[in-house]
């Protein structure tokens, strides 16, 4: 299938911990955010995002949190399964323009 | 249910050779996008399409072209194949709700020999 890069950081966590996976975005103006998760062989999949407006947004089992002082966003996945091994990034998008921005990722491990 | 195919999903070709990749979405989606997926760069944007007639370039378009035709269907086209546009190509598509999520297809591994 597919593969995504094999060099990205990696988070290796226990299964039924909590996930923490961070993220720093690079233009000012972005207004919206979205985290997409890439399994192997797959297409990014589209998670959860959050509006400049909102410091922090809740999905099942995901949070997502942003700071706007220090451009940074995080990805909170609670209870962490096995399934939940994939390849997570960021992407910013800025009102008004299509181009989104995406980060280069990272792979989370679950270890059962 | 809707949905966004590729194909094909794999595919060989030889330097020097025209090759042609089809995305089809049962969206409805306006916007159409293609993307470039390799080790260490994450997703590139190649070309895009905000609707029927529209293409615009993005940031690594030479070397392919797109046409839009159909709100359906955005087939990128590399005109005569490099070993650098050895990849993985993802297609995707977003509504106009001001969502701007993007919905990816399962992508098109490329060999150029």
């Known amino acids: 299938g597919e593969s995504v890069g094999l060099h990205l950081p990696t988070l290796s966590v226990q299964e039924g911990d909590n996930s923490i996976i961070n993220c720093a975005y690079s233009n000012s103006a972005s207004d919206y955010f979205i985290w997409y998760k890439q399994e192997s062989g797959k297409g990014p999949q589209f998670i959860i995002d959050?509006?400049?407006?909102?410091d922090k947004r809740q999905g099942q089992r995901v949070t997502v949190l942003l700071n706007k002082t220090v451009k940074h966003l995080s990805l909170q996945i609670a209870a962490t399964q096995p399934g939940d091994s994939a390849v997570y990034f960021c992407a910013e998008n800025e009102t008004g323009g299509f181009k989104t921005i995406f980060g280069a990722g990272t792979r989370l491990f679950v270890k059962a | 249910d809707a949905e966004i195919t590729q194909s094909p999903r794999h595919k060989i070709t030889e330097t020097g050779r025209q090759v042609t990749l089809a995305c089809h979405q049962t969206?409805?989606?306006?916007?159409m996008f293609w993307y470039r997926q390799d080790l260490g760069h994450g997703l590139r944007l190649i070309h895009y399409s905000y609707g029927v007639q529209d293409t615009n370039k993005g940031e690594v378009s030479d070397g392919y072209s797109v046409s839009r035709s159909n709100t359906e269907d955005l087939p990128l086209t590399l005109e005569s194949a490099a070993s650098s546009q050895t990849s993985v190509y993802f297609c995707a598509s977003s509504d106009d709700a001001g969502t701007d999520t993007q919905y990816f297809g399962p992508g098109t591994r490329l060999t150029v020999l």
């Open positions: 959050i509006r400049s407006n909102m």
């Open positions: 969206w409805n989606h306006n916007n």
